[in-house]
């Protein structure tokens, strides 16, 4: 049984695409996975377009505290943010 092309499929594809030095674009995503619907390639990467940001910021959180466990590398990330707010 054929299934679609998941939200995942695309993500995937364009973290390929950009790692290997491209702008994610629909035909590229497409050319990449070797099937879907430009309409279904065009909703699930405007997805992940608007994650980009959070992604980064949180990887760069990661790098910041390299050698800290990730649960006080979460936590410092959040005090860090929580007081910007407060300023």
Sequence with gaps: MARGLTESDVHAAADAV????Q??????????????????VTRWLET????????????QARLALPE??????AAASDMRGAGARDD
């Design 68 to 73: 800290a466990p990730a649960e006080v590398a």
């Design 23 to 40: 702008r994610p674009t629909v035909e590229r995503i497409r050319t990449y996975l070797g099937t879907g619907s430009p309409n279904t």
């Design 18 to 21: 950009l790692a290997g030095g």
């Design 48 to 59: 992940w377009w608007r994650a980009v940001g959070a992604r980064l910021a949180a990887q």
